[in-house]
Every structure is written in C-alpha cells, then in structure tokens.
C-alpha cells in the first residue's frame, strides 16, 4: 500500500504532464463518442469526468499495463487494481464477495474511469448512496433465491436505519456497510465476520454504546461473553433488518412472543393473564416481558439488582399500579391453573369451574336437544 | 314505524278477517320488562367486550376492538355495563326487600308466583324428561317453569361471581390491602370461565328455552310487549291459568292486544340481540374448541 502510495504520488506530482500528454494521445480515438470494439461495446472515455475523477491525474497506461504504443493488442488484458489498492485488494479476496463479478472492485465502486471520492454524493459508496448500489444485487429476486438469500433490500429500506438515511438523509444512520463492513465481508458463519453471533452486540454497539454495555451487564450478555450462543443478541429481538421503533404498538405486540422462542413456559403463562390480554388488542400500556424483567440489563431474581428480586417488586408493579403495597405482589403474573404444586388454589378453583362448566352445559346440552327431537316430533305429527 | 302504520290498510282486513280477537293477558309489569331489557342490553354490552379480552388472540377480536376504538374502549364499555348491570342489579334486590319485607307480599319467597324451587319444580324436570322419552304426558307447568327459575338463578349466581372478581381486579391495589395479591388470579381465572358459562348459556340455551324452541320459535315477545295470549297461556302455564280461572282473577290479568309499534320494536330489537348473541356463540366457541 505504501508503495503504491507512493507510485500514485510520483504519478501525480512528477509526472501529471507526462500523463496529459500520453492521455491526449489515448482519447484521440477513446474521446470519440461512438466509439466501439471489435465486440460492439463502447470503449468511448469521457475525457471531462476521467480528468475530474480520483484516478484523473493518472496515464491511461497507469492501469491498462500491456498497452505500450499504438496499434494496442485488440484485447487488452483485465486491469489489476490491486497492483495500487493491496489491502483492500486483499480483503475482498477472502470475502464472500470475491467471485460476485469479473471485477468485484467495480460492482460496487462503478465505471472506474468516473471514480469520484466517497464523501462526493455522486459516488455509488456514498453513505446515502451504499443501500441502492448493494441493492443492486441484493434487491434482485433472482439473485437472492440463487443464493438462498432473503430479499434484505426492501426490509431495510423499511427499517429505523432506512428510514434515517433514506427520508432523512442522516449520514450516521447505520447503512449495510456499518454492519457488515466493505471490503472484508464475510458469512455470519465465520467467527472472524462483524456478523457473527458473538459479534453482533460489538458491531451494534459501535453506534449504541449505552444498550451495549447494559447488555453485558445482563444475563444475555453473560450468557454470550461466557460463549454461550444459544443466549440471544441484538438481531434476536430487534431483527437485523427491519429493525423498527420500538415504542410501536406492532412491535411491542409481537416481541413479547420473541421472548417466547426461548422462555415457552414463561410465554404460555403470560398468554393466561390480562397483561397478555390487552397487549394483544395492540395496546401498548400493559406488561410485556420487558416492563417487568427489563430490556438489555436482564437479570434472574436472584440477583439483588434484578427488576424481579423480591425486594424490587414493589417498585416493578408500581410503575404501572399506583400505591401497590407488599399484600399485592403475591399476584403471580405467570400463574399456571394446571402446576398444582406451585398454585394449588388457583388449580382447584380451576377444576371446579372446569366441572361446574361441564355439569351445566351437559345438562341442558342434554335437555335441549331432547325437547327439540320431542316437540319437532309433536309439531310434525300435529301438522299431518 | 308510525308511518308504516299510517299507510297499512290492515286495520279493515284484521277486522274482515279475524272473527273473534284473541284476549291478551298480562304477564309482565313494564317494570319487569324495563328490567330485563336493562340486562339484556347491559349483558350483550359486557359479552361482546368481555369475550373480546378473553379471546383476544384471535382475529376477530383484534379486529372488533380496532372497529369500536381499541382496548381503551373496550374496557371503558365493559365497565360502564358493569356498573348499569349492578345498579340493576341492586334495584332489583331492594324492590324485594321492599315487596317482601315493608308491604308484607310473601308470595314473593314461595307459592306459585315465588322465583324460589318448590318440589313440583323438581317433578316437572323429572316428568318432562318423562316425556322427552314418550314415557309420560307433558308436565303441566305453572307460573314460572324449573327452567324459567334457572335462568333467574344463573344470574343471581352470575352476578355475584362475576360482579365481586370484576370490582376486585378494578380496584386490585386497593382490594389487595385486604386480601393476597394471589387472589386476584383466582380473581381473573373464575371471572372469564363464569363468564363463559353465562355468555354460552344464554346464547345457546335460553336463546332456544325460550325463543328459538318450536312452539316460541322464532322469538317470543312477551318479554317485550308484556302480554300473551289466553291460548299461549293455557298451553306454557296451564297450572297458573287454572288457578286464575277457578279463583276468578283471570279477567284482572287481561290486557289489551299489544300495540303494532311494541311488537316491531319487540321484533326489531330481539332479532339484533339474538343474532349479535348466536355470531358471538359461533366465535367464541369455535375460537375455545381450535385452542387458539
């Protein structure tokens, strides 16, 4: 990289005369518009852009090596942009990117002979620009099912981050990059990729530092620092593309059931309480998991910290329950009619209604279809 | 309604016609009817929200609440039918206590005219089943059939589960002061499954005990109108109609023909409550037996 640092700046100090000239000679003929191969493509250079791109200082000859007069070979040999971009050369070479096109280099940074620097708007790499250019392939129905991929593009373009860059144009806004990195993207299978489980938290956190670090604080965060990685990160809850406001009611409806994948048991019982009841008419100012056990700094009873120690309840319940007192919090929020260990009136009031449900209604159940059969009977005789 | 009666030449037809008008009789006092129309309504009011909460995982209650304003309305509405159902309610109780008590009419708590079991009750149950089977005649019922009096009881048993578990989990802080927070899920357990019982119970079989069977079917106005007729009678009640004509009060009880308007309104108002009530009976059942 230094080296070829340097070649670009003996290039662009020595010899920018030298490199005019020779280019004069070059657009000549490539300066023509119309102007095709022997295939029928065009080989037309803008000389205007190409002066004005970051390559414009450079000979032609700079990246087209084999061609050293005229007439040039008819074809001539695939420009090598690593012979100046090493590193970055490199990194693609162990991407997932490295058999995507004849040059992986241009599918991204476009026509390299109008490269324009990343802070231009113009360029295809443009903060704002990098979703449509991944896009490009990644938006493509039939690229993604050959590669078993789901369609990301439209679900980011949906998403929080989407949002902030598309409508707002906001230059932070975390684009498909920011996650996945540039050069060096590799599958969420590799340990080394910035998408890999255990990865995750730190690649989100670049940006949420503050959810980060009380993730790693809780019992999840735990879990995957100790390198458990069934535990669940960020993408678990938020999902990695259609990450969305969380104060929404359709988010706060269905996340609960999230937690769900993971807490069954916890889930079914929430499902039997009113807190569940309500959320699912899509209010959101009722008990989700989260209002209770907390969101990134989750943490069992146990813990004296936890949102659910005995001794924090009071405060729990009473951020929604004005003036609860210590009778009140022997409400079980994960009650369960049929665990007759643990909730044995709650089971056999369960059974009673169960029995006194079954006894009505099997009675006149019963009684009804009987007089039904008997007097259809009666008016069917008295009608003949 | 009015012009429909204005522009109907039925008037000249009925009397051509109809030879002989049939005699009306009094069954129900406009208060009485004032009374069950308050339940009625208040009962369909806290069955379409109540079932809403308890089945609220399916679609269509998703979509009802979304329809009439979200969960904020539908706890308010079920709410304020609670309330009405209990003022009622309590009307109700005090009117017997006055009746029964200050004005000394003891009838109210046994006899032929007494909501309260008596042993015929129990031969009836026992002889219409006889007759179910072609085993025996048709029990001749008096005043108030065994059915009759378990409807009036349901709601008695109904309202105090329902009412005292539904004020506990309305003011659960404060109610919890006096007893364990763990009630309160016994609380929200028995108020849905005695909810069930009284939405399918009614729904399914007063709907059909005493509208959709043949002979009332397909709804039966008296609730409405107050008044059946002397045939009617003689055949739902012919204990009681012995009686008023060997002691001679049967001509204190006759009443005029109900009026065209009553019985549409009757009609109008009962078909929208009985479909309303049959919709949400094929819901909620289909919903409780799919386990979703």
């Keep these: 990289m230094r ?13 920018p005369s030298v490199a005019a000239q020779q280019n004069a000679e070059c657009l000549a003929c490539h300066g023509q518009q119309g102007l095709t191969g022997q295939a029928g493509h065009s080989v037309y250079i803008n ?55 004849a040059n992986p280099c241009l599918a991204c940074h476009g026509n390299p002979h109008t490269i324009v620097p990343v802070k231009d708007p113009e360029s295809p790499v443009y903060a704002l620009n990098i979703p449509k250019t991944c896009g490009s392939c990644h938006a493509n129905p039939e690229m993604a099912k050959k590669f078993g991929l789901p369609n990301v593009y439209s679900m980011y373009m949906d998403s929080i981050h989407g949002f902030a860059l598309a409508k707002d144009g906001l230059l932070v806004a975390a684009s498909c990059s920011s996650c996945h990195g540039t050069h060096k993207i590799l599958s969420h299978t590799n340990p080394e990729s910035r998408t890999y489980r255990a990865n995750i938290p730190a690649t989100c956190g670049a940006c949420h530092a503050g959810p980060e670090r009380e993730y790693f604080a809780g019992i999840h965060g735990q879990l ?19 990450i969305a406001r969380v104060q929404t009611a359709s988010w706060q409806e269905k996340t609960s059931a999230t937690c769900g994948n993971c807490h069954k048991e916890k889930y079914r019982t929430y499902l039997d309480t009113f807190h569940a009841q309500v959320s699912a008419l899509g209010y959101v100012e009722t008990a989700h998991c989260w209002n209770c056990h907390r969101y990134h700094d989750i943490l069992p009873a146990s813990n004296p910290h936890s949102s659910i120690a005995p001794a924090n309840l009071v405060t729990t319940c009473g951020q929604c329950h004005k003036a609860v007192t210590a009778s009140f919090i022997s409400f079980q929020p994960h009650a369960d009619p049929r665990n007759a260990k643990d909730f044995p009136a709650l089971h056999f009031a369960a059974i009673f209604m169960d029995l006194l449900l079954l006894a009505v209604f099997g009675f006149f159940g019963l009684h009804t279809i009987l007089w039904l059969i008997r007097s259809a009977f009666d008016r069917h005789k008295g009608g003949a | 309604m009015s ?68 969960f904020s309305a539908i706890l308010f509405w079920h709410k304020f039918c609670a309330v009405i159902l209990t003022l009622a ?30 042993w015929k009750d129990f031969q009836d149950i026992y002889g219409h089943f006889r007759w179910f089977f072609w085993l025996g005649p048709r029990p001749k019922f008096d005043r108030f059939a065994y059915w009759e009096k378990f409807d009036y009881w349901a709601v008695f048993w109904g309202m105090g589960i329902i009412g005292i578990s539904g004020y506990a989990m309305w003011f659960a802080p404060f109610v919890a002061r006096f007893i364990p927070g763990s009630w309160l899920n016994i609380a929200l357990l028995i108020h849905g499954e005695e909810a069930l019982l009284a939405v399918w119970f009614i729904f399914a079989i007063h709907f059909f005990n005493t509208h959709l069977r043949p002979g009332s079917f397909p709804m039966d106005l008296v609730i409405f109108t107050g008044r059946m007729t002397e045939e009617e009678l003689k055949e739902k009640h012919p204990v009681e109609y012995q009686r008023l004509v060997e002691t001679g009060k049967l001509q204190a009880y006759l009443a005029p023909a109900p009026e065209r308007w009553l019985k549409n309104f009757g009609w109008l108002v009962g078909s929208v409550v009985v479909l309303s009530g049959f919709v949400l009976l094929v819901l909620t059942l289909f919903t409780f037996f799919r386990g979703v």
């Excluded at chain 1, 990685?229 to 999902?239: G, I």
């Excluded at chain 2, 051509?16 to 129309?37: E, G, N, T, W």
């Excluded at chain 2, 309504?41 to 979304?66: E, N, P, V, Y």
């Excluded at chain 2, 009117?95 to 007494?114: A, C, E, H, T, V």
């Design chain 1, 3 to 15: 080296w070829s640092l340097a070649a670009v700046l003996f290039f662009a100090a020595v010899v």
């Design chain 1, 47 to 101: 000389a205007e852009k190409q002066k004005a791109s970051v390559h414009g200082s450079l000979p032609c000859t700079a990246c087209h090596t084999d061609i050293k007069g005229f007439p040039h070979p008819a074809h001539p040999a695939a420009v090598n942009c690593a012979s100046c971009h090493a590193d970055e050369a490199k990194d693609v070479e162990v991407s997932v990117h490295v058999k995507a096109a």
């Design chain 1, 224 to 242: 995957v620092k100790a390198g458990d990685l069934d535990a669940p990160v960020c993408s678990d809850c938020h999902t990695a593309h259609q």
């Design chain 2, 3 to 70: 012009s429909s009666d204005a522009s109907d030449p039925a008037p000249q037809a009925e009397g051509a016609a109809v030879p002989a008008q049939p005699r009306y009789y009094s069954r129900f006092s406009l208060s009485q009817r004032y009374l069950h129309a308050t339940i009625f309504t208040t009962f369909l009011g806290l069955a379409l929200t109540g079932m809403t909460l308890r089945f609220s995982h399916s679609g269509w209650a998703d979509r009802f609440a979304l329809a009439v304003g979200g």
């Design chain 2, 89 to 118: 309610f309590l009307i109700h109780l005090g009117d017997l206590g006055y009746r029964g008590i200050f004005k000394g009419q003891r009838g109210i708590f046994w006899g032929p005219n007494s909501m309260v079991p008596r």
